[in-house]
């Protein structure tokens, strides 16, 4: 009978690694991975006063700045934006607080992987047991959330001096869903961008895609310049990035109460959500082809 125990117990020894295994490694192993992540962001950036403040009053800077800009133009361009209430000011302010959240999401994978690449952290990162992956998910997560109580400090201000206008009732859910398909189809882009950091060995300055697609959104989104005044090809080029349609989103909605029954929120959505999944699929598998070469080149922590 006693010598029955021990082979009870190495029998249930695998099944409880197996076990401990699969809790360590499991979905929220990984989110609690992409938490500590996100809160070691937000030490660093705490642990400089001075930092947190520049940072917080760069995502104040451009709203202030297109405020004057957008009242300076006036009425002219007031006509322009007829469909959305006729207020230039209010049209611009409000693509420009949807846009700092989309930058946000879009630039957090590239710079978290350089920023651990530099710090020598990246390798050790990839040995972890949820890989490269919490790390960017987590500090991402915080630069997106960042910036969203900024720009919601900033709507806030802005609606308190009276320099925008939005309609009342207005339906919170579209408000939300554009958010988070807004973060998702850019932090999808910043993932093919992050991933050209091993496939175009981009280890300095911004890569390419994501470089290009902040310029481009700047002329052909409608984030400054109404659609309506755009020549044709330009207006067909905006309709394939997700920000066109989250600016659509935001302003029908917010400026005008549209609801789901509108033909411009529904098209917009469909759009937006097509995007974000476009954009995650090939985000995630770009990113991961590009990790897996890395390591059979000599590791992710090695210039090529």
């Known amino acids: 009978m006693a010598g029955s125990v021990p082979g009870r117990q190495a029998q249930a020894s695998p099944d409880g690694a197996g076990a401990a295994e699969a809790q360590r490694c499991g979905p929220l192993a990984f989110l609690r991975a992409c938490v500590w992540a996100g809160w070691v962001e937000y030490r660093a950036l705490r642990y400089y006063p001075s930092n947190l403040a520049l940072a917080a009053v760069q995502q104040l800077t451009l709203v202030g700045v297109w405020y004057f800009t957008a009242r300076f133009f006036g009425s002219a361009a007031n006509h322009a934006v007829s469909a959305y209430g006729g207020n ?19 630039d957090g994978p590239g710079t978290t992987i350089s920023d651990a690449f530099w710090d020598k ?19 991402m997560g ?14 806030a201000l802005l609606l308190a001096t009276g320099a925008i206008h939005l309609r009342h009732g207005v339906h919170l859910g579209i408000v939300a869903l554009t958010w988070i398909l807004s973060v998702a189809a850019n932090g999808g882009l910043g993932l093919v961008g992050a991933s050209l950091f091993f496939l175009l060995e981009v280890k300095t300055g911004q890569d390419p895609v994501t470089w290009a697609y902040r310029y481009v959104v700047m002329i052909v989104s409608g984030l400054y310049i109404p659609l309506g005044v755009l020549p044709g090809w330009l207006k067909a080029l905006g309709g394939v990035l997700p920000q066109t349609y ?19 929120v529904s098209h917009a959505l469909l759009g937006l959500g097509a995007a ?21 080149q000599g590791g992710v922590g090695v210039v090529v």
């Open 121 to 139: 952290r990246l390798e050790t990162y990839h040995l972890a047991a949820h890989g490269i992956w919490a790390n960017v998910a987590g500090r």
């Open 276 to 296: 974000a999944l476009v954009t995650c699929l090939c985000g995630y598998a770009l990113l991961t082809h590009a990790i897996r070469r890395a390591q059979r």
């Open 246 to 264: 989250t600016f659509e989103l935001a302003r029908a909605t917010l400026l005008t109460g549209a609801g789901y029954a509108d033909p411009r």
């Open 88 to 106: 230039y000011v209010s049209y611009v302010l409000l693509g420009i607080i949807f846009n700092q959240v989309g930058l946000a999401a879009l």
């Open 142 to 155: 915080f630069n997106v959330l960042f910036a969203t109580v900024m720009q919601a400090c900033v709507l």
